[in-house]
C-alpha cells in the first residue's frame, strides 16, 4: 500500500472510532491538537497491530512519528520496506 | 450518577464522625479581576436551559436511586457567586484550601458554586481567579471545563439565542445496546474487578482513623524545548503514572510501607474526540494499573508494561465493559458500593490516585472579558488513598497538582514527590 492509501484507512479508523460525529480528521491533521488523549492513540496503535502486523515500539513514539495520520502512514511504509 | 460517583459517595461512611469532603475545584486565573454580576447573568441564563446547577440530591423513599431533582424553571435559585480580596498568593491559596474543606452537602446545597478572589496587593493591579467548586459526582474535570464554555458563551452572546445550531448536550446519550447485553457486559467486568487484587493494596492513608484536612500544592513548568526526549511518550498516562509511581515508591520505603503491588485506578474519558461532548455526569470508564514499588526502578521499562497492561485491557474489552458496570452500579443499594472496588469491602481502595486532566481548552483563552493566564483543577482525595497527583496543560504551562489528607502525608513527602515527577519530565519551574 502506498503512504495515502494508509493515511486513508489511519483516518477512516480515526473518524469511525475515535472522533465526534461532525469533527472528522483529515489526512494531514495534527492528531494531538484534534483531541486524541492516551487511550485513543492507544486505539490507534491497537488498529495498527491489527491491520498492518506490528506493536510500534516505544522509541519510536515521537511527536514525528504520530503527528498525523499521513506521518504514521509514512512510518508503517518504511517499516514494510525491506531495507 | 454512575458507579464511580456512588462509591465515593458510599465510602464517606467509613468515617462517619467528620464531614468528608467531594469538592473538587477547578481555578482559573485571569490577568485582572472579574465581575461577578457576569457569571450570575450568566448563570441565570443558564438556569433558563438547564436545571442542574440549581440540582438536588434525592433518593425516594422508601426505595430508589439516588438522582438530581430541580425544581420548574422560575423556582431555580442559582448556585451562590461570592467575591474576596486578598493581598497575596499565599492568601490566595488559604483560600482554595477553604473552598476544598467546606464539603457541599448535595442535598441541601446546589452542588456548585463560585468565588471571585481579586489577587494583589494593589487593585489596580490585581489578578482575578474564578474557583468554580463543585461535588465531584456533578461533573468530571472535562465537564467542568465544558460548562464554563457555555457560560463564558452565554456571557458574549447579548442575543436571545444562546448558540447558534444544535444545542449543547448537558448529559451523555443512553447506550443503545439491550439491557441483557448491558448486563454481562457490567457482570463481566464486576467478576474482572475482583480478581485485581488478590492482596488488598496500601496506601498513605491505611489505618488513618482521624483523617485531617484536605491540602494541595499547585505548580507550573514549562517543557525544556532543548530536551532531547521529544517524544510525545512522555504527554502518555502510562509514562506519567510510572513516573509517580517511582515517587511513591520512595515515599513507600521511607515510610516502611508493604510493598504489595500498587493499585492505581486510571480514568477513561469516553467522550467522542473534537466536541466537548456531555457536561455533567462523570463521563468516564476506568482501567486499573498494577505494578509493585520494585519495577519503578526502570521508569522506561514500567511505562512499556503499564501500556501494554492497557492495550490488554482494551483488547479484551475490559474498558469498555467498565463503562457499562459504571452505569449498572447505580441499580445496586449504596449500602453495598464498597464491594465492587477490586480490593472488596476490606476498605482498602487504591494505593494513590493520578489523572492526566488533560488541556484547558483553546476557546477559554478568555473568559468574562478577561485573558486566561493559567488554570488547574484540584480534586479533593478521600482519606484512602490519601494522596492524589494530577496533572494538565494550560498552553503553554504544565500543570502539577497533588492534593493530600493532613495526617496521611506531610508537606515535606509532596515536596519530594513534585520533585521526582519534575526531573523525571525534564521540566523548567516557571517563577
Known amino acids: 500500500m502506498e503512504p495515502d492509501q494508509i493515511a486513508d484507512a489511519l483516518t477512516a479508523f480515526i473518524n469511525t472510532n475515535i472522533m465526534a460525529r461532525g469533527h472528522p480528521v483529515r489526512p494531514n491533521d495534527d492528531l494531538e491538537a484534534a483531541g486524541l488523549d492516551s487511550m485513543a492513540l492507544l486505539k490507534v496503535l491497537l488498529f495498527i497491530e491489527a491491520e498492518f502486523g506490528f506493536w510500534i515500539p516505544d522509541e519510536d513514539l515521537v511527536r514525528d512519528t504520530l503527528r498525523s495520520p499521513l506521518a504514521l502512514a509514512n512510518y508503517i511504509r518504511r517499516r514494510q520496506s525491506p531495507s | 450518577m454512575r458507579g464511580a460517583d456512588l462509591v465515593l459517595i458510599a465510602m464517606q461512611s467509613l468515617w462517619a464522625r467528620g464531614r468528608v469532603s467531594n469538592n473538587t475545584l477547578l481555578v482559573v486565573q485571569c490577568d485582572a479581576p472579574i465581575a461577578p454580576e457576569r457569571i450570575r447573568r450568566a448563570l441565570d441564563r443558564f438556569l433558563g436551559s438547564c436545571p442542574w446547577?440549581?440540582?438536588?440530591?434525592?433518593?425516594?423513599?422508601?426505595?430508589?436511586?439516588?438522582?438530581?431533582?430541580?425544581?420548574?424553571?422560575?423556582?431555580?435559585?442559582?448556585?451562590?457567586?461570592?467575591?474576596?480580596?486578598?493581598?497575596?498568593?499565599?492568601?490566595?491559596?488559604?483560600?482554595?484550601?477553604?473552598?476544598?474543606?467546606?464539603?457541599?452537602?448535595?442535598?441541601?446545597?446546589?452542588?456548585?458554586?463560585?468565588?471571585?478572589?481579586?489577587?494583589?496587593?494593589?487593585?489596580?493591579?490585581?489578578?482575578?481567579?474564578?474557583?468554580?467548586?463543585?461535588?465531584?459526582?456533578?461533573?468530571?474535570?472535562?465537564?467542568?471545563?465544558?460548562?464554563?464554555?457555555?457560560?463564558?458563551?452565554?456571557?458574549?452572546?447579548?442575543?436571545?439565542?444562546?448558540?447558534?445550531?444544535?444545542?449543547?448536550?448537558?448529559?451523555?446519550?443512553?447506550?443503545?445496546?439491550?439491557?441483557?447485553?448491558?448486563?454481562?457486559?457490567?457482570?463481566?467486568?464486576?467478576?474482572?474487578?475482583?480478581?485485581?487484587?488478590?492482596?488488598?493494596?496500601?496506601?498513605?492513608?491505611?489505618?488513618?482513623?482521624?483523617?485531617?484536612?484536605?491540602?494541595?500544592?499547585?505548580?507550573?513548568?514549562?517543557?525544556?524545548?532543548?530536551?532531547?526526549?521529544?517524544?510525545?511518550?512522555?504527554?502518555?498516562?502510562?509514562?506519567?503514572?510510572?513516573?509517580?509511581?517511582?515517587?511513591?515508591?520512595?515515599?513507600?520505603?521511607?515510610?516502611?510501607?508493604?510493598?504489595?503491588?500498587?493499585?492505581?485506578?486510571?480514568?477513561?474519558?469516553?467522550?467522542?474526540?473534537?466536541?466537548?461532548?456531555?457536561?455533567?455526569?462523570?463521563?468516564?470508564?476506568?482501567?486499573?494499573?498494577?505494578?509493585?514499588?520494585?519495577?519503578?526502578?526502570?521508569?522506561?521499562?514500567?511505562?512499556?508494561?503499564?501500556?501494554?497492561?492497557?492495550?490488554?485491557?482494551?483488547?479484551?474489552?475490559?474498558?469498555?465493559?467498565?463503562?457499562?458496570?459504571?452505569?449498572?452500579?447505580?441499580?445496586?443499594?449504596?449500602?453495598?458500593?464498597?464491594?465492587?472496588?477490586?480490593?472488596?469491602?476490606s476498605g482498602e481502595t487504591f494505593s494513590f490516585n493520578c489523572a492526566d486532566l488533560v488541556e484547558f481548552p483553546a476557546t477559554l483563552e478568555r473568559l468574562f472579558g478577561h485573558s486566561v493566564v493559567n488554570a488547574y483543577h484540584v480534586p479533593a482525595v478521600l482519606p484512602r488513598p490519601g494522596i492524589g497527583v494530577f496533572f494538565n496543560r494550560c498552553a503553554p504551562t504544565n500543570n502539577l497538582v497533588i492534593s493530600w489528607i493532613d495526617g496521611a502525608v506531610s508537606e515535606e513527602e509532596v515536596a519530594q514527590i513534585v520533585e521526582v515527577v519534575r526531573d523525571g519530565m525534564e521540566w523548567t519551574r516557571l517563577p
Request: proline share 12%; hydrophobic share 40%.
Open chain 2, 53 to 345: 446547577p440549581a440540582a438536588r440530591l434525592r433518593r425516594p423513599f422508601p426505595w430508589g436511586k439516588l438522582h438530581w431533582a430541580a425544581g420548574p424553571p422560575a423556582a431555580l435559585v442559582p448556585p451562590p457567586v461570592r467575591r474576596r480580596s486578598v493581598a497575596s498568593y499565599a492568601e490566595l491559596h488559604r483560600e482554595l484550601e477553604a473552598e476544598l474543606n467546606s464539603p457541599i452537602d448535595p442535598r441541601r446545597d446546589p452542588p456548585l458554586r463560585f468565588l471571585i478572589v481579586d489577587c494583589g496587593p494593589e487593585p489596580a493591579t490585581a489578578q482575578g481567579f474564578l474557583v468554580l467548586t463543585w461535588f465531584h459526582p456533578l461533573m468530571d474535570p472535562r465537564g467542568g471545563q465544558n460548562l464554563l464554555m457555555q457560560l463564558a458563551h452565554l456571557d458574549s452572546d447579548e442575543g436571545d439565542a444562546p448558540r447558534a445550531g444544535a444545542p449543547p448536550s448537558f448529559v451523555p446519550d443512553p447506550d443503545p445496546r439491550p439491557l441483557r447485553e448491558r448486563g454481562r457486559l457490567g457482570r463481566r467486568s464486576l467478576r474482572y474487578m475482583r480478581t485485581l487484587a488478590p492482596v488488598p493494596p496500601v496506601s498513605p492513608g491505611t489505618g488513618l482513623t482521624s483523617p485531617g484536612l484536605v491540602r494541595f500544592r499547585q505548580e507550573g513548568f514549562v517543557e525544556d524545548q532543548s530536551s532531547a526526549r521529544g517524544e510525545r511518550a512522555t504527554r502518555e498516562i502510562t509514562w506519567r503514572l510510572a513516573l509517580v509511581g517511582k515517587a511513591m515508591a520512595g515515599l513507600w520505603d521511607r515510610r516502611g510501607l508493604p510493598a504489595v503491588p500498587f493499585l492505581v485506578p486510571i480514568s477513561v474519558d469516553l467522550r467522542p474526540k473534537g466536541d466537548a461532548g456531555p457536561t455533567f455526569g462523570n463521563w468516564l470508564a476506568f482501567h486499573f494499573a498494577r505494578f509493585s514499588p520494585a519495577e519503578t526502578a526502570d521508569v522506561a521499562g514500567l511505562a512499556r508494561a503499564l501500556r501494554a497492561q492497557m492495550a490488554d485491557a482494551v483488547r479484551d474489552g475490559q474498558i469498555d465493559a467498565n463503562a457499562v458496570a459504571m452505569e449498572f452500579l447505580h441499580y445496586r443499594p449504596l449500602a453495598l458500593m464498597r464491594r465492587y472496588l477490586p480490593a472488596g469491602s
